[in-house]
């Protein structure tokens, strides 16, 4: 049984995970035999009422706990996640990939990523395991391989504000439709915009669902 | 295009809804060309750390806001949708429906309901629109039916002592496994087991999606 890395980021589009491609994902893997290995950084997040869209001010969640709520409690910290331990990686999107597991949202293209999660993704590309990421998920991958020179393909959509970031950053954009995916087959690298375009969660999911087919594929 | 009502109980499967059940139902809707208007109590209800499985001793959250990471925003206080709005009502599980919609996870079968979720709940039944419950969701049904000496069939699938306790409440429990649901055609009702039984996620997902083209077909 394949074992595939998701790296969640917390519990709402806003501030975490994306909750629709989170269990869009976790449903293709299943559905193709995979095995989930659920993981988060450990660390405090800042909040977003996902009512009224406004920051929850003065106020933090841990991120490993909020991501556990997709996870139904089966998650791990990924500083403890080894290489050796999975066969692919896949990075479901929301706010939390670009605020949590690196500072995208508020820095663009002089982004950090978290180190925890730097780490797993080189480990990633240097076994050269397939690596999946949806949404605005592939900036963070863009800022990683971006800092090791690495030349590589992603796409984030058809938002030219976003892709222009992620070209700086060293990427390779590809303008991609939702019902479709980007695939660096030298990199082993898959991404698809879902929720950066997608009017509708069946839209998201179609995307999504070819991703995680070709992730399978290719491991 | 049919809008169904998706009452949502916080966003988790220890304190809310099973956001598995509730993404699968959202998914599922879509793709039936269904609207799914989403709708949660406004109430303070109390915390689990989704991690350790412990209560989050102290710390209270509204059950309104954490839906709304579920429904992106998109949701409204079950106390201000009126039945003419909606063409059918559906209930994804979790704890949350039975520690929030109704206290049945404390009080067993003498639990109460939460007064808009009844108040919805009969007038769905009354104007004689399809309802469906998923996972624990039945129990709230059951209280709320059997408060009123209706006759009606439910399944929360084979636990026995659950089982015995929607018998006390008034239901007919039929036994149901997780890829399958029950229909009660009299009262327009449909569930499902779900994580009630489910091992995996596409196990769930199975017998929700069933559940949903059923209640499509019903409306």
């Given at each position: 049984m394949a074992k595939v890395g998701v790296v969640l980021s917390?519990?709402?589009?806003y501030d975490g995970s994306e909750i629709h491609e989170a269990v869009i994902t976790l449903l293709a893997l299943d559905r193709a035999g995979a095995e989930a290995v659920c993981m988060a950084p450990n660390m405090e997040a800042a909040v977003v009422n996902h009512l009224s869209g406004e920051a929850a001010k003065g106020e933090t969640r841990n991120v490993l706990i909020e991501s556990a709520r997709i996870a139904r409690g089966k998650?791990?910290?990924?500083?403890?996640?080894?290489?050796?331990?999975?066969d692919a990686l896949i990075f479901p999107g929301g706010f939390g990939a670009a605020?949590?597991?690196?500072d995208f949202a508020s820095q663009g293209s002089d982004c950090s990523a978290h180190p925890e999660v730097a780490r797993l993704v080189r480990e990633t590309i240097a076994a050269k395991k397939p690596l999946a990421a949806i949404c605005i998920a592939p900036a963070l991958i863009s800022r990683i391989l971006g800092d090791d020179h690495l030349a590589h393909k992603l796409t984030i959509g058809t938002d030219a504000g976003t892709a222009d970031a992620l070209v700086k950053m060293g990427t390779e954009h590809i303008d991609c439709p939702v019902s479709n995916f980007v695939v660096d087959p030298t990199n082993k690298l898959i991404s698809t915009p879902a929720y950066m375009l997608a009017g509708s969660i069946g839209q998201a999911a179609e995307g999504i669902e070819k991703t995680v087919a070709a992730l399978m594929e290719m491991i």
């Open positions: 917390g519990c709402g589009v998650i791990r910290d990924i500083a403890e996640v080894q290489i050796n331990e999975i605020k949590n597991l690196c």
